[in-house]
């Protein structure tokens, strides 16, 4: 599976952005897909994660009820949706893939290039 993050961008505190994640090559609905993100000097951080199916999501405790996280297995991506985007949200977020939800990005199959977010205060 190759994938393919874009979206990111620079935007004030308190404003919004979608991530997109386009997935080619083996069958995408096979995986749970999750985001990660990286601050410089900082170790990966899972952000969020969904099911195969889109049934189940799973998100990090630092943006539970900002961001959403959804899919289109139709069309081979996986989005995230940030809300009241905080300066602290700023990195690198990164899309992959696994066979099932978890929360390592040591146990992710498939990685995506990062795509940038700045949030300014």
């Known amino acids: 599976v190759q994938l393919q993050a874009s979206g990111g961008g620079m935007v004030q505190a308190g404003g919004s952005l979608r991530l997109s994640c386009a997935a080619s090559?083996?069958?995408?609905?096979?995986?749970?897909m999750h985001w990660f993100r990286q601050a410089p000097g900082k170790e990966r951080e899972f952000v969020a994660a969904?099911?195969?199916?889109?049934?189940?999501?799973q998100y990090g405790d630092s943006v539970r009820g900002r961001f959403t996280i959804s899919r289109t297995n139709a069309k081979n991506t996986v989005y995230l949706q940030m809300n009241s985007l905080k300066p602290e949200d700023t990195a690198v977020y990164y899309c992959?893939?696994?066979?099932?939800?978890?929360?390592?990005?040591?146990?992710?199959?498939?990685w995506g290039k990062g795509t940038l977010v700045t949030v300014s205060s």
């Open positions: 992959a893939a696994a066979n099932t939800i978890v929360v390592l990005p040591t146990l992710m199959n498939y």
């Open positions: 969904v099911s195969w199916s889109g049934g189940t999501t």
């Open positions: 090559g083996r069958t995408f609905s096979v995986y749970a």
